[in-house]
């Protein structure tokens, strides 16, 4: 059974998260590349139904179609070793400051994603710092949109998720009232937490400012977010950041916080169950009548 919640984890490296995966089978992972393919496979035979989305790490790169399709054709090679990825992503946090930035990164990502297709894998666009790109600037986005096979986004907020509720975390409402029901394609919210970026504290993530149920009182906010629209909209769940290495130690959600998130999505796991029993008894109850 698919968990009732939206959350998921944000896998820099795989460390010690077997347990999560195969107690609270998450609705979503990210994993950067390079990755262990068998390790991978591993997480995916624990959950089987989770929805695995895929970026590979690259150094800056130029924002054309050149590249786009460059990018495209490294991630079909690095796909022969995860067949399991269904989401691809492209570029991470690109420059959408301006008019021209936006067009020349719709660009990008229109041959990135038909490269893709060409090999049969799904793209994941967008991959949008928090707040960006300024809501009057996302009509020069829409060509991408209607070739993606997903929308990307990463949401934070500091000192709480909820500091400034729609603006930040929770942006993916206003992304979707703006855009044409044509193009309400399924969101993924591939980063999210807390990140003192916002406030110009640089890499500070929620220990910072929060103890871990504090933080885990955040995340449950903005699953319930999520899950309060996705009758309306097809939210695939967001990927929390982070597990794993590179340098986050303040963002890392291993340890006590991990315990802490298996138990809310177990949790969540046995509402749903419970609820799902109350309807079939009421069904029964029809029947007899």
Known sequence: MITGSLLGLHLNTIGAVDGFFQRAQPRIAKILLPADP??????????????????????????TPDAGRLLAERTIEAARQFPGVTYWEGENEPDVSSREAVAA????????????????????????????????????????????DAL??????APSMRRLSSWLCGRFVRVYKMLPPELH?????SECGVDGGVLGHGRAGWKRYLDASAYMADLAWYDRLMKSHSDRWPILGAAIFCSGGFGWDSYSVDGALLDLLTRYIVSTQKRVTIWRRVIELLERLRERR
């Open 185 to 189: 394609k399924p969101m993924i919210i």
């Open 38 to 63: 068998d390790r991978v496979r591993h997480l995916q035979a624990l959950s089987p139904r989770t929805v695995w989305i895929g970026r590979i790490v690259l150094d800056d790169q130029p924002v």
């Open 105 to 148: 990164y719709c660009e990008h990502e229109i041959a990135r994603t038909l490269t893709l297709h060409r090999a049969g894998l799904k793209a994941a666009v967008g991959g949008f710092s928090t707040g960006t790109p300024d809501i009057a600037l996302w009509p020069f986005f829409y060509p991408a949109l209607e070739y993606a």
């Open 152 to 157: 990307h986004l990463h949401e934070y907020d």
